[in-house]
């Protein structure tokens, strides 16, 4: 949760206000302070860092929807900047200590800024597909860039998943068969299959047909989430993230 609400949170900061009605980023926020309060109460029971950083994020998240219902587009981005941050914090700080070398130790850093890009820009791209139901006059501008966005953090990805796995066989040698099967799923639906979204969300937009790019936006984000939620369980496995 904490990594989709980083992403989400940086997507919807990067989207330009001009163009985008501010219904949109009062709205989403709301499904920040959703996610944020989610993961506070799936933290019960643990220690108050990890209760107190998504109730702070959750809170943020609130605020930052009071803001852009005043149309206070300024304090409205910082308020996304902090739920990213703070997010980005949780992933790194409620880690367990690493015991891995220095290149794998750094790639697991990496690991929830890359996923969570992946799905915070999927996901992000997707509502704002949506929303323009609700305000069809918005420039088709800021979904493409959007897609573009999701395109390259799924390039970025793909480099650090590949140096991952290439490190893991290059050390351990060829995963099991089962595992290789997983790690197949993982990249023809994260990866691979979330590449030929963005193209083909991106054609679409050409037309334009926005519903269509959105209905396509959808499958992203079944693929995204399947191909992460299998990197995640690899990666309870594999000593690189891949």
């Given at each position: 949760?904490?990594r989709?609400?980083?992403?989400?949170a940086?997507?919807?900061?990067?989207?330009?206000?001009?163009?985008?009605?501010?219904?949109?980023?009062?709205?989403h926020?709301?499904?920040?302070?959703?996610?944020?309060?989610?993961?506070?109460?799936?933290?019960a029971g643990?220690?108050?860092?990890?209760?107190?950083?998504?109730l702070?994020?959750?809170?943020?998240?609130?605020?930052?929807?009071?803001?852009?219902l005043y149309?206070l587009?300024?304090p409205?981005k910082a308020?996304?900047?902090?739920?990213?941050?703070l997010?980005?914090?949780?992933?790194?700080?409620?880690a367990?200590?690493?015991?891995?070398?220095?290149?794998?130790?750094?790639?697991?850093?990496l690991?929830?800024?890359?996923?969570?890009l992946?799905?915070?820009?999927?996901?992000?791209?997707?509502?704002?597909g949506?929303w323009?139901l609700?305000?069809?006059?918005?420039?088709?501008?800021?979904?493409?860039?959007?897609v573009?966005w999701?395109?390259?953090?799924?390039?970025?990805?793909a480099?650090?998943?590949g140096?991952?796995?290439?490190l893991?066989?290059?050390?351990?040698g060829?995963?099991?068969?089962q595992?290789?099967?997983?790690?197949?799923l993982?990249?023809?639906?994260?990866?691979v299959?979330a590449?030929?979204?963005?193209?083909?969300?991106?054609?679409?937009?050409?037309?334009?047909?926005?519903?269509?790019?959105?209905?396509l936006?959808y499958?992203?984000?079944?693929?995204?989430?399947?191909g992460?939620?299998?990197?995640l369980?690899?990666?309870?496995?594999?000593?690189y993230?891949?």
């Amino acid at each position: 949760m904490f990594r989709l609400s980083f992403g989400l949170a940086v997507a919807m900061a990067v989207t330009p206000a001009r163009q985008v009605t501010s219904g949109y980023f009062r709205v989403h926020l709301y499904v920040l302070m959703g996610l944020n309060v989610l993961a506070a109460l799936a933290a019960a029971g643990g220690d108050s860092l990890q209760i107190g950083l998504p109730l702070v994020a959750a809170a943020v998240s609130y605020a930052g929807s009071v803001f852009w219902l005043y149309e206070l587009g300024a304090p409205g981005k910082a308020a996304l900047a902090i739920v990213a941050a703070l997010s980005l914090a949780a992933n790194w700080i409620l880690a367990p200590p690493s015991t891995l070398p220095p290149i794998a130790s750094l790639l697991h850093k990496l690991d929830p800024l890359a996923g969570g890009l992946v799905l915070g820009t999927t996901l992000a791209a997707m509502l704002l597909g949506h929303w323009y139901l609700n305000s069809p006059t918005m420039k088709i501008d800021p979904l493409d860039r959007l897609v573009v966005w999701m395109g390259l953090a799924i390039a970025a990805r793909a480099a650090l998943c590949g140096l991952a796995l290439g490190l893991e066989v290059a050390q351990f040698g060829t995963p099991s068969t089962q595992q290789l099967l997983l790690v197949t799923l993982r990249w023809m639906t994260g990866l691979v299959g979330a590449g030929i979204v963005v193209f083909l969300t991106r054609a679409t937009l050409r037309v334009p047909n926005t519903q269509s790019a959105t209905g396509l936006l959808y499958v992203g984000v079944i693929v995204t989430f399947v191909g992460e939620l299998t990197s995640l369980l690899l990666s309870g496995e594999f000593r690189y993230p891949v």
